[in-house]
């Protein structure tokens, strides 16, 4: 195991440190009276500083108990979207115009599990940040903005309605799932946005944006006492934690569909394909385990070394659009690849051959060598950048897992566990498919 040191700074804030002596990284942790926890990531020499603010609600939080309440309620999809982009609006104007005065590049994305803000910047890092810690935690919505909002989003979800790549992955969902909200799209429909209220956002923001279901990271060229003495000045000291109940409906293992299809407007058919995953922890280092094991399985079958992608592209079957990758969250997980071909139907025959070929003589030891060290490489080569570090650390961080325990991950992965999960994942009865074809 790679050496992990925790340490104090002894003052009032009670700062923590975590040395990750193995990948040569430190990780300043301060958690306010709220409950909000901070990270501060250094990274001395850095021109760019990135700052996010998350929270741990996404677009499948759509049924819930409220704390101090009894009953669930369920509120129209496409929520946290909406909220997204209801933030930006503040009473004195836009935040993005705010931003762009003070020289920084901002941005906000709302997914499945989590609503995330930031920006990045060069120089002027503290007023940055203070618009983002006062934006965040100030709401300013009036039934008037949100029904202009409402516009807004429904060109949004018609666009998205005729975008193949978004139909062909949300296709696949729909495939794989029966009831999980994780098929329903993340901005809604536009008939969902219409049973809006202003009242019904303030409720999923006063439940959801509560400090102690956030998270404020910082990557870059700063103080950590500095960053988090701003904090500490600047967020509210709400009550004690709630207790978010969330509910989700009982999702069968099988698949809902193995085949979707549609047609739109594509020179090429497009497809995707994957396998739902049952088999999970969707907490602590078991799934970085799982989710590093699966990535490894792809790489090796379908990677760009591997036979399949070869003997597939020389026969133009896929082209360099091809890719793969794996998800895990908090209460579903999927492999999925696709890209372009002239006949998805024949590659998913030649990667079922392959997976069954697999399941008879067993996946190749000298491969999975090559490849797990290919990878944690790769991994390595990520810590150079503030953006990387911001997206993969709030990408894990909600599934109690730290970006930095992916080198031990690696270190300690046996060629016997990625056997049992490839015997577990790789189960042909859970393989779907989305395909879009040409009108």
């Not at 049924?63 to 929520?79: H, S």
């Not at 709401?139 to 790549?165: C, G, H, L």
């Not at 999702?251 to 739902?276: C, S, W």
């Amino acid at each position: 195991m790679a050496e992990k040191i925790e340490g104090r700074i002894q003052n009032h804030m009670n700062i923590r440190t975590i040395e990750y002596k193995n990948i040569d990284e430190t990780v300043y942790i301060y958690e306010h009276s709220s409950g909000l926890k901070s990270f501060v990531v250094p990274k001395k020499g850095y021109s760019k500083k990135y700052a996010t603010f998350a929270t741990h609600y996404g677009s499948i939080n759509n049924e819930f108990i409220v704390p101090g309440e009894k009953d669930a309620i369920r509120v129209p999809d496409g929520i946290a979207h909406f909220l997204e982009h209801k933030l930006f609006e503040q009473k004195d104007g836009s935040v993005m115009d705010k931003f762009s005065k003070l020289g920084s590049n901002p941005n906000a994305y709302t997914s499945f599990a989590q609503t995330v803000y930031l920006f990045s910047c060069t120089d002027r890092f503290k007023d940055n940040f203070q618009l983002l810690l006062d934006f965040v935690q100030n709401p300013f919505i009036t039934e008037e903005s949100v029904e202009k909002e409402k516009d807004i989003i429904a060109q949004e979800i018609r666009m998205y309605e005729d975008d193949p790549n978004w139909r062909v992955f949300f296709n696949l969902l729909d495939a794989f799932y029966v009831n999980n909200p994780v098929k329903i799209d993340i901005a809604g429909t536009v008939e969902s946005i219409s049973k809006i209220n202003r009242d019904i956002l303030y409720t999923c923001y006063n439940t959801f944006y509560h400090p102690s279901n956030m998270m404020i990271l910082v990557v870059g060229d700063v103080e950590p006492e500095e960053v988090f003495k701003q904090i500490e000045d600047s967020i509210d000291t709400k009550s004690s934690k709630p207790e978010i109940k969330r509910i989700f409906p009982e999702e069968p293992k099988t698949i809902n569909r193995d085949y979707v299809e549609q047609k739109l407007a594509v020179a090429m058919p497009m497809f995707q394909m994957g396998f739902k995953d049952n088999d999970f922890n969707s907490k602590g280092i078991e799934c970085l385990k799982r989710e590093i094991a699966i990535k490894l399985i792809l790489e090796m079958i379908m990677g760009r070394s591997s036979s399949l992608y070869n003997e597939l592209y020389n026969d133009g079957l896929i082209n360099n659009s091809f890719d793969f990758d794996y998800t895990i969250e908090e209460n579903y997980a999927y492999s999925a690849f696709g890209g372009e071909s002239k006949d998805p139907l024949a590659v998913k025959k030649r990667v079922m051959d392959e997976i069954k070929k697999i399941q008879m003589s067993g996946l190749d030891k000298d491969s999975y060598e090559r490849i797990k060290r290919a990878m944690k490489g790769r991994f390595m080569r990520q810590l150079n950048s503030v953006e990387r570090i911001s997206h993969m650390f709030i990408s894990v961080y909600f599934r109690e897992v730290s970006m930095f325990d992916y080198p031990d991950v690696y270190d300690n992965m046996t060629f016997d566990y990625v056997k049992g999960v490839f015997d577990s994942h790789f189960n042909l009865d859970n393989l779907a498919m989305s395909v879009i074809n040409p009108v």
